[in-house]
């Protein structure tokens, strides 16, 4: 450990830390500093304060050092001193454990990049509310920023919303997609608030399980950004089926589901989109959304 007059004495504030750790969490790539980026700041906070050491076990002048270098600092509840980050960082790199480049590159595997493993089985068993909501999506014809969920109070649209919504998942349930009890899960996180942009705002992995097809602004705007191009528009959405039917969708509930979508789209979205006659409203993408259709089913067969 480099320029580090207390390294033993540093050690031990950091093997108290990392045997705490190993006990309430599992460590990420066998690293303290890395695992506690990953956690939620009251794990962190608790297992810190668990951490401290009391101050006389240590001499007074091996205390003031590592807190001079910012090694270590007075534990912010009740007496003792806890490890830094600085610390820790200083007592794995010299380790080995981590560095500069693993550190970025560890923050570009997790963060920058998309796992796909598993994620249709996930959003069919466990996720209906996702599953609902894209299927309302896709029959809405939300197809564009431009031709978006607009939750913005002063459209007032949250109601047509939720009558899609609600139609969308009793379709699901006629269907045998999902269950009646499933069904009552749609926004059951909304006890005390509005339905329709409490589940909006709770839908956070529906982006990754639709390898970024489902978009959002921030601004109480959802979509899903569907390419232009026809060839390229088919394989998207055949995969989006995918990801509510997966192999349950059969030539013998195509065409029912086919019609709910089209009913859906012709008789909503004059209500809630900008325009009397919605893009997404017309012969071609009824065609294109067959051939989707018909494309997810292929693609199971």
Not at 15 to 23: D, M, Q
Not at 77 to 96: C, L, M, N, Q
Not at 149 to 155: I, M, R
Not at 267 to 282: K, L
Request: hydrophobic residues 35%; negative net charge.
């Amino acid at each position: 450990m480099e320029n580090l007059d207390f390294e033993e004495e540093l050690i031990d504030f950091y093997n108290v830390l990392y045997s705490n750790l190993k006990k309430k969490t599992q460590l990420k790539i066998n690293s303290a500093f890395i695992t506690l980026i990953q956690a939620n700041h009251n794990t962190v906070l608790s297992i810190i304060k668990d951490s401290a050491i009391p101050p006389g076990t240590i001499s007074p002048l091996i205390l003031q050092g590592l807190v001079d270098k910012k090694m270590i600092k007075k534990n912010f509840e009740g007496d003792g001193y806890i490890i830094t980050a600085r610390g820790i960082w200083t007592v794995e790199k010299s380790k080995d454990i981590i560095n500069e480049l693993n550190l970025v590159d560890y923050f570009d595997e997790t963060k920058f990049s998309i796992k796909y493993d598993g994620i249709s089985e996930k959003i069919n068993k466990e996720y209906i509310r996702e599953q609902i909501t894209l299927f309302g999506l896709i029959s809405a014809r939300a197809f564009s920023k431009e031709s978006c969920v607009n939750l913005q109070s002063k459209f007032n649209l949250k109601d047509y919303w939720k009558e899609i919504l609600d139609k969308s998942s009793q379709k699901l349930v006629e269907l045998k997609i999902i269950t009646e009890n499933e069904k009552m899960t749609l926004y059951s996180r909304a006890k005390y608030e509005d339905p329709v942009p409490s589940l909006f705002t709770r839908l956070p992995k529906l982006m990754q399980y639709t390898k970024l097809i489902y978009n959002f602004d921030g601004d109480l705007h959802y979509w899903l950004e569907m390419p232009e191009s026809d060839e390229i528009f088919i394989e998207k959405l055949a995969g989006l089926f995918s990801l509510i039917f997966k192999d349950k969708l059969n030539y013998e509930n195509l065409d029912p589901i086919y019609e709910f979508c089209c009913e859906i789209s012709y008789t909503m979205s004059v209500y809630v989109f900008n325009s009397e006659i919605h893009t997404f409203s017309t012969p071609k993408y009824d065609k294109l959304l067959k051939d989707a259709l018909l494309k997810c089913i292929k693609d199971y067969t």
